[in-house]
């Protein structure tokens, strides 16, 4: 059974810094592209950052470009998000997800997904 867990969420003030984990059980996790999402309230759930199983950034959105880092550790199965800079418009469920295929952009196509972990961001 695969699991996505995330942690690392929580209040913070704009300006500072939170550290996103995801724990990846059940799956060879070397062998799938990895990716953040985030979703705000009465928004869609849009991509965030995502990494190869190379280790390689897939890319950020435009909206975190430059202030968030996506790494991942292989042999502790775990993928990060480090969020440095933190707006008020950063607030949103954060969520980590797993893909077979490669690494997109494209939601559809991570097949797994963690239950997501609240990040708010106070002015």
């Known amino acids: 059974q695969v699991q996505l867990v995330e942690s690392g969420g929580g209040l913070v003030q704009a300006g500072g810094s939170l550290r996103l984990s995801c724990a990846a059980s059940?799956?060879?996790?070397?062998?799938?592209?990895m990716a953040w999402f985030r979703q705000a309230p009465g928004k869609e759930r849009e991509f965030v950052s995502g990494i190869r199983k190379s280790g390689e950034s897939n890319g950020y959105a435009d909206s975190v470009k430059g202030r968030f880092t996506i790494s991942r550790d292989n042999a502790k199965n775990t993928v990060y998000l480090q969020m440095n800079s933190l707006k008020p418009e950063d607030t949103a469920v954060y969520y980590c997800a797993a893909s077979a295929l490669r690494a997109t952009r494209i939601r559809d196509a991570y097949g797994y997904w963690g239950q997501g972990t609240q990040v708010t961001v106070s002015s």
């Open positions: 059940g799956l060879t996790f070397s062998a799938y592209a």
